[in-house]
C-alpha cells in the first residue's frame, strides 16, 4: 500500500499500548466502522476490553510484534514508552504513524529538548547530566532553583527533583540511580497549556483550541478550554506546534505541552506523539474529539473540525476519589448535575495516584465549567457509596 493511499473503515488499526488512551482511541476507531488490535504486556487492559484483538505479549517478544503488525492495515501508539526496536520491528510489515523517528525523539528528553532547540524552537536553556561533575557544572551555568528529571520514561512527574540550594545536588545526582539525566534552568511561569494537534500525510493541519492546565502533584487535576490568554498568545502557541508537526514530519496526532512565562511568552516544555490527557474535554465539547482526529490522521481521511462548541473542564479522577469514598463513589451524586459527562476507564483495581477516569462539563463560561467539575468530583466522595471487593478501602 502506498503511504498516500487513504486506508478506509472496515480496515484494522493495531495500537501498541492497551492503557486508558488506546480505549479511547480504540472505541473512537470503531464508532468509525474499523476493527482494531492491541499490542501490550498487560492482560485485561483498558484497551483490550475495547478491542476486537487482544495480544498480550512483551514488547521485546519482536517476532510477536511482527505477527501483530502483519495483521493490521496501520500501527499507531498510545504512549511513547514503546521501545523503539518494537516500532522499527512494526514497520518492517506495516506502516507506521507517526513513524518510528517520531516516538525516537520524544521518548528521551535530551533527544526532544535538543531537535527542539536545533530547529529553533522556544526551549529553557538545558544540560546533559552523565556525572555528579556535570550536574556541578550545569548548575553553575544555568543557576538555582533548576529542574533534574531522568532523559527517559518520565511522565506525571515522575523521575522529576527541584534543586534549590547546592547542597542538594549530591542526593540528586544518586537519585538518577545511574540513569542519563537533564538539568534544565528554572522557568519563571504564569501557567501550563498545551496544543493538541493533528498532521495527515498530505501537510494537512489542524489543532485543537489550546487548553489551561492546572497540576497537583505533578499529576493533571483539571483542564480547561478555551485558554484564559490572549488571541495572539494562542496563535502563538498553535503555530509553534504546527511548526513541531511539520519538522518531525507527523502523520498523526501530537501534543505540544507548553509554558506561558510570566513576561508573555511561550516556552516548549515537552512534547507527547499521542493523544493527550489535557484533550479529553473534546470527547464531550468539540466537534471531533482528539481520539477521531487520530483515527482520521494515520488512515489519510480528511481532519475534522477542532470547534470548541462551548466553554469546557475537564476534572481528572484518581484513585485517591475510591479511597475518600470508603469503597465505591457516589456516582449518582456526582451525575445529579445532567451537564456532567463520566468516562471511566476500566481499571479493576484503584490506586492512589492512579488515573481511574474523568469527569467533562460543558457550561456557558469557562468559570462555571470548573466550578461544576471540581463540585460533581467532591461529590464522589461522600460517604454511603457500596464498597466493592475489587476497590480496597
Known amino acids: 500500500m502506498a503511504d498516500s493511499s487513504p486506508i478506509l473503515p472496515g ?56 505477527a501483530f503488525a502483519r495483521d493490521v492495515d496501520v500501527v499507531t501508539f498510545e504512549f511513547e514508552n514503546v521501545p523503539s526496536t518494537t516500532s522499527r520491528a512494526a514497520a518492517e510489515v506495516a506502516l507506521v504513524r507517526p513513524d518510528g523517528n517520531v516516538l525516537h525523539i520524544t521518548q528521551q528528553r535530551l533527544r526532544e529538548k535538543s531537535f527542539l532547540r536545533e530547529h529553533g524552537f522556544p526551549v529553557t536553556p538545558f544540560r546533559a547530566i552523565h556525572s555528579l561533575n556535570d ?12 529542574i533534574l528529571k531522568t532523559a527517559s520514561f ?34 519563571d511561569f504564569e501557567k501550563e497549556v498545551s496544543v493538541v494537534a493533528a498532521r495527515t500525510v498530505d501537510g494537512s493541519f489542524q489543532a485543537f483550541p489550546v487548553f489551561e492546565n492546572a497540576h497537583h502533584h505533578h499529576i493533571l487535576d483539571v483542564t480547561f478550554a478555551p485558554a484564559a490568554i490572549s488571541p495572539a498568545l494562542a496563535a502563538s502557541a498553535e503555530s509553534i506546534a504546527r511548526g513541531i508537526l511539520d519538522k518531525l514530519n507527523v502523520v498523526g496526532l501530537l501534543t505540544v505541552e507548553m509554558f506561558v512565562t510570566r ?17 479529553h474535554l473534546t470527547l464531550d465539547a468539540c466537534v471531533t474529539s482528539q481520539f477521531e482526529q487520530q483515527v482520521r490522521a494515520i488512515c489519510g481521511l480528511p481532519l475534522g473540525s477542532t470547534r470548541l462548541r462551548s466553554p469546557a473542564a475537564m476534572a481528572n479522577l484518581l484513585g ?65 457509596g457500596t464498597p466493592s471487593p475489587t476497590h480496597p478501602a
Not at 42 to 48: F, K, L, N
Not at 172 to 187: N, P, Q, S, T
Request: glycine share 10%; proline share 7%; aromatic share 6%.
Open 11 to 66: 480496515a484494522t488499526i493495531g495500537i501498541l499500548g492497551s492503557g486508558q488512551l488506546g480505549r479511547m482511541l480504540a472505541i473512537a476507531a470503531r464508532t468509525l466502522g474499523y476493527h482494531v488490535h492491541v499490542y501490550s504486556p498487560d492482560p485485561d487492559s483498558p484497551a483490550g476490553q475495547v478491542a476486537d484483538l487482544e495480544i498480550v505479549a512483551a514488547y521485546e517478544d519482536l517476532d510477536r510484534v511482527r
Open 135 to 146: 550536574l556541578h557544572l550545569a548548575v553553575a551555568e544555568l543557576g538555582l532553583p533548576g
Open 263 to 279: 513576561d508573555g511568552r511561550i516556552v516548549v516544555n515537552e512534547l507527547a506523539p499521542r493523544t493527550h490527557n489535557s484533550g
Open 320 to 384: 485517591d476519589v475510591w479511597f475518600d469514598a470508603g469503597g465505591t463513589p457516589a456516582w449518582s451524586a456526582a451525575l445529579t448535575d445532567p451537564e456532567v459527562r463520566l468516562h471511566l476507564y476500566g481499571k479493576a483495581e484503584p490506586r492512589r495516584a492512579r488515573k481511574m477516569g474523568h469527569l467533562t462539563v460543558p457550561a456557558p463560561t469557562v468559570a462555571e465549567a470548573i466550578q461544576r467539575a471540581r463540585h460533581a468530583r467532591q461529590l464522589l466522595s461522600l460517604p454511603g
Open 154 to 187: 518520565g511522565y506525571d512527574g515522575k523521575g522529576q527533583q527541584t534543586l534549590r540550594s547546592p547542597n542538594d545536588i549530591p542526593a540528586a545526582f544518586d537519585r538518577l540511580r545511574g540513569a542519563e539525566g537533564i538539568y534544565e534552568a528554572f522557568v
